[in-house]
Nanobody, 115 residues
Framework: QVQLVESGGGWVPPGGSLTLSCEASETIYSSIPMGWYRQVPGKQRELVARIRSGRDPDYRDSVMGRFTISRDNARKTVYLEMKRLKPEDTAVYYC?????????WGQGTQVTVSS
């Protein structure tokens, strides 16, 4: 069973930047999607960005041009670089791996954007 550990969350003022990291407990084949979701209280978890080999990364519209997802397969790690952060980006961010129809999740890392 894949275990995922996120890091890099925290507080940042509007316009600031953060980079999230997620390390998997085992090698994830590059063809298997790895992604980031986020959730605020009372709302459904939503996809932020997803990456897999052979396809352009997917981003939700509201983060396009501000967030960049990347992965280092040798390090078993996926990153989410977030720039020009807005208060509405405040959420718990979760790392995800979807392998043969099974979703694996990290414990989440809080990102707070406020002045």
């Amino acid at each position: 069973q894949v275990q995922l550990v996120e890091s890099g969350g925290g507080w940042v003022p509007p316009g600031g930047s953060l980079t999230l990291s997620c390390e998997a407990s085992e090698t994830i084949y590059s063809s298997i999607p790895m992604g980031w979701y986020r959730q605020v209280p009372g709302k459904q978890r939503e996809l932020v960005a997803r990456i897999r080999s052979g396809r352009d990364p997917d981003y939700r519209d509201s983060v396009m041009g501000r967030f960049t997802i990347s992965r280092d397969n040798a390090r078993k790690t996926v990153y989410l670089e977030m720039k020009r952060l807005k208060p509405e980006d405040t959420a718990v961010y979760y790392c995800n791996v979807r392998d043969t129809g099974i979703d694996y999740w990290g414990q989440g890392t809080q990102v707070t954007v406020s002045s």
